[in-house]
């Protein structure tokens, strides 16, 4: 089994020096930095590989189909979808919002329903479906969070009525960490045939996810949160919806038959795959699987459990800190902020240390809202953040007080 530093050795990066010190990177819920396995795999395709896929008879372009087609069978492996059509490729998580806002509003919502989000969205779920709201003048319903993180399950009960036409809602805040209790909702959504879409973004990177357990009927994610390029994601999305919503780009790929009399459209997971794919981030996608898979959650849990408790007592040995999210069930995250210090002007400090942390509202506003501040600081862990980048960032963060205390 990898150590910590087995692991470290597999991310270039991590030798970097910032301002000449070693880099210490705790911004991984912005995106996780790329083992070397998933750099040559998308420059392996590029110097061996190119040609386009789905459509030539040449060798070249069958091996590219072949390796692309199966990263859809390991992401759907990975996250435990019943069939491979049910994942499409996207540019990411937002991508895959905006094409369920557009097309399933399309298809099943009407003026006057309902979609509920919580207030703890990621500005990638709320958007989306204020902008499909303008188009099909829908009831957006706000689903709050108490004080602690947790959302108010019994206002949510409220909520569900037979207006409402879906839920969308994190598995795992990016601004809190705070981990939503994700199948709960689900039952009760379902319980009044409520289908429910779950940003996953902060989700897969720290936990097994297994669609058909949980019973979502679409989950959203991004590759470069994971480990994975940048540029490609994954809607994964029950066939019932995705066979029933319309296609969301036109263009080549997504058709069966094309004339001025009318057009019909390819099946799934084509129909929603218009133009020519990011071959080369899927391969590099590809190859990210394979590398958590070796490693394997198990691992990945335990250490960022440990991480995420090492943290907090460490910060919270400090007076003047104050942590947003304080619900027993975290992943990945620790939002804080030093008395009433502006969080940028922590991270700037911290920068000059080498120390890379996420400062600001982190597209989470209705979250800074809610606590009426106007960020925080966030320090966010990846599978080889070690004990010692904790260490060296509570003592940068105290060298910081006290020079702004
Ligand atoms: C919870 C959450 N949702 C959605 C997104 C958007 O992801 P992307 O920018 O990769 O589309 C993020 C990114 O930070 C996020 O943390």
């Known amino acids: 089994m990898k150590t910590i530093n087995d692991i470290r050795k597999d991310f270039p990066i991590l030798e970097e020096k910032i301002y000449n010190k070693p880099l210490v990177y705790l911004d991984n819920a912005a995106t996780s930095q790329k083992p070397l396995k998933v750099i040559d795999a998308m420059s392996n395709y590029y110097l061996h590989l190119n040609a386009n896929v789905h459509r030539g008879v040449h060798l070249l372009s069958q091996k590219a189909t072949d390796e692309f087609e ?3 069978k390991n992401v759907q492996n990975f996250i435990g979808a019943k069939h491979s059509q049910e994942i499409i490729f996207t540019r990411g998580t937002t991508e895959s919002i905006n094409l369920v806002a557009s097309t399933f509003c399309q298809e099943f919502v009407k003026e006057g329903d309902e979609i509920i989000v919580s207030e703890m969205e990621h500005h990638s779920n709320i958007v989306p479906w204020q902008l499909a709201q303008n188009k099909y003048k829908f009831e957006i319903r706000v689903l709050p969070f108490k004080d602690r993180g947790e959302l108010d399950m019994e206002t949510f009960k409220s909520l569900l009525n037979s207006k409402t036409k879906l839920v969308a809602l994190t598995h795992v805040s990016n601004a809190l960490g705070v981990v939503n209790p994700i199948k709960e909702v689900i039952e009760l959504a379902h319980k009044k045939d409520i289908p429910v879409l779950i940003d996953g973004a902060q989700g897969v990177p ?3 996810i297994n669609v058909e357990e949980l019973d979502c009927d679409f989950y959203a994610f991004s590759a470069h949160k994971l480990y994975g390029p940048m540029g490609i994601g994954v ?8 066979e029933a919503m319309p296609p969301y780009h036109g263009g080549g790929e997504m058709i069966k038959e094309v004339s001025f009399e009318g ?6 997971p084509f129909k929603f795959e218009a133009g020519t794919p990011s071959v080369a981030d899927v391969l590099g996608f590809n190859a990210a699987i394979e590398y958590i898979n070796e490693i394997g959650f198990d691992f990945i849990e335990k250490h960022e459990e440990f991480l995420m408790q090492y943290t907090s007592e460490k910060l919270l040995s400090l007076d003047d800190i104050k942590i947003y999210g304080t619900t027993p069930h975290k992943a990945g995250a620790i939002s804080f902020n030093l008395k009433d210090v502006h969080p940028f002007d922590v991270g700037t400090l911290l920068d000059q240390m080498g120390i890379a942390i996420r400062t600001g509202h982190h597209c989470a506003q209705t979250v800074m809202k809610h606590y009426n501040i ?10 080889y953040t070690s004990k010692e980048d904790i260490d060296i960032f509570i003592e940068g963060l105290k060298r910081a007080k006290t020079m702004l205390l």
């Not at 057009?263 to 799934?268: A, P, Q, S, W």
């Not at 106007?374 to 990846?382: D, I, L, M």
């Open 70 to 72: 199966k990263t859809r």
């Open 206 to 208: 720290h936990f097994k």
């Open 235 to 242: 809607l994964y999305g029950k066939k019932k919806y995705l």
């Open 263 to 268: 057009t019909t459209f390819n099946e799934l």
């Open 374 to 383: 106007v960020g925080t600081a966030r320090v966010s862990f990846g599978v």
